[in-house]
């Protein structure tokens, strides 16, 4: 069964640190890919997105993610968190060509400490 | 303002007594879905709809209804809400059913007794 896994389930970094985050899918075939952010009480919100070309993808507010096509992976980086960041992100799966539903990893929940 | 309007934001209700959360939006999209968030579970699909009278399941449709009627609004509807109901869901859209990110909606916390 196709699935998105994401193995970290809660993250502490203090201000300034690097941020990876590791998604993983188990789609065969050509896949578009995401990455959402919830904020404390709010809704999802696109951060980015990867559907073809060049396989570093920059986002909103300094974040990249970087799609591993031999390695099934879409990890999310960021050089240097805020406080801001602190946030649950979820990374998300569909397989291109027609009706493809969007399939959730289980979220990462970041916390940034001042 | 492009948006995805949810009501109600908050319900406390007790089980078996019906009740439907309101969605629409205001971009013309084609697409538009219903998820639960529940924790460690990430986003569950409950359903989807591709275009007006046109519905489907998604991965957990038990215990719930929908309708597209119009373009632009996808109700959810509890028939008779359980415990196990008790979540927070989210509505979403996206233009076409075939590509595009979803817009979400700001969420609705519903609490089932």
């Known amino acids: 069964a196709q699935s998105v896994s994401q193995h970290n389930h809660h993250v502490i970094l203090s201000e300034a640190a690097s941020l990876e985050l590791g998604c993983n899918y188990s789609y065969g075939g050509t896949v578009n890919l995401f990455w959402y952010v919830q904020y404390p009480g709010q809704h999802l919100q696109l951060l980015l997105k990867y559907f073809s070309g060049d396989p570093l993808v920059k986002g909103i507010k300094g974040f990249e993610a970087e799609f591993i096509k031999s390695k099934f992976s879409f990890n999310l980086r960021k050089p240097s968190v805020q406080w801001s960041d602190t946030a649950e992100y979820f990374c998300a799966v569909r397989l291109s060509g027609g009706y493809q539903k969007v399939t959730f990893g289980t979220g990462t929940k970041l916390q940034v400490i001042p | 303002e492009a948006q995805v309007t949810q009501n109600p934001r908050y319900l406390i209700t007790v089980t078996g007594k019906k009740l439907t959360v309101t969605c629409s939006q205001n971009m013309n999209h084609e697409y538009m879905s219903w998820y639960r968030q529940d924790p460690g579970l990430g986003l569950r699909q409950i359903y989807y709809?591709?275009?007006?009278?046109?519905?489907d399941k998604g991965d957990v449709p038990e215990g719930y209804k929908v309708s597209r009627k119009e373009k632009r609004n996808f109700p959810l509807i509890l028939e008779s809400p359980s415990p196990n109901q008790t979540s927070l869901y989210f509505c979403?859209?996206?233009?076409?059913?075939?590509?595009?990110?979803?817009?979400f909606g700001e969420g609705s916390r519903l609490t089932v007794l």
């Open positions: 709809s591709m275009n007006v009278e046109v519905t």
């Open positions: 979403a859209s996206k233009a076409s059913p075939n590509t595009g990110e979803l817009f």
